[in-house]
């Protein structure tokens, strides 16, 4: 049971490239969540998704796109990607409860500089 | 949207110290969690707490929904504290998205 995985770990692209982050999870929750981490600062919501085929936009959504084909992953993609869209990016799922809520759960970060 | 306040923003302790954090919030939530962000990114869940009160060893947590704010307590701490403490609370629509504050960097010397 490995939780919730990010594939890759660390990245580095140049302005301009563009690039496809992976979040999988074996916990078959229903919501996936994408936020990215600014030094100092605490995690904002970029886009999420409330099941298999759906997708929302979050806080801070522009310059990315996402994609929730399969239940178990979720995809983040930066189609040009830009300096301003360096940042620690995690990826987050939460079981469906009727009527109430519970913990998110993290995956453990894709580290994502652009030069 | 709804904002999230956490103080102090920065807390230096001598190991064995007790120390409590805070965090307000200014809407109705239905969801409060309390994160620890280790030295090394990781962030590792302490609480699902909406309201009420929990412990877990050292540490416990306290919220207050009708007043709208939550505590962290961590009693006799240890250097493997150290790290940024983040409070995070959904909003009562569906999808439960979480908004953060901005944290409270502890550092526990020896």
């Known amino acids: 049971n490995a939780g919730v995985t990010q594939t890759p770990k660390f990245r580095v692209l140049k302005t301009g490239q563009s690039m496809t982050l992976l979040c999988a999870q074996d916990?078959?929750?229903?919501?996936m969540y994408w936020y990215r981490q600014d030094p100092g600062m605490g995690l904002r919501l970029i886009h999420y998704?409330?099941?298999?085929?759906?997708?929302a936009k979050g806080e801070v959504p522009d310059g990315y796109n996402v994609s929730r084909l399969k239940k178990q992953n979720f995809l983040l993609g930066l189609e040009s990607a830009a300096p301003s869209q360096t940042s620690v990016y995690f990826c987050?799922?939460?079981?469906?409860?009727?009527?109430?809520?519970?913990?998110?759960?993290f995956g453990p970060g894709t580290r994502l500089t652009v030069l | 949207g709804i904002q999230v306040e956490q103080s102090p923003p920065d807390l230096i302790l001598q190991e064995g110290a007790n120390s409590t954090l805070r965090c307000n919030f200014s809407?109705?939530?239905?969801?409060l969690q309390w994160f620890h962000q280790n030295p090394w990114g990781q962030l590792i869940n302490l609480f699902y707490?909406?309201?009420g009160t929990k412990q877990n060893g050292r540490l416990s947590a306290t919220t207050v929904a009708t007043e709208r704010y939550s505590l962290l307590y961590i009693s006799s701490s240890q250097t493997t504290d150290s790290g940024v403490y983040f409070c995070?609370?959904?909003?009562?629509?569906?999808?439960?998205?979480?908004?953060f504050g901005t944290g409270t960097r502890l550092q526990v010397t020896l």
């Open positions: 987050a799922t939460l079981p469906y409860l009727a009527g109430r809520t519970d913990t998110q759960y």
């Open positions: 916990m078959n929750h229903e919501y």
């Open positions: 998704s409330v099941g298999e085929g759906t997708t």
């Open positions: 809407d109705s939530v239905n969801n």
């Open positions: 707490i909406p309201s």
């Open positions: 995070a609370v959904g909003d009562t629509g569906t999808a439960s998205k979480l908004t």
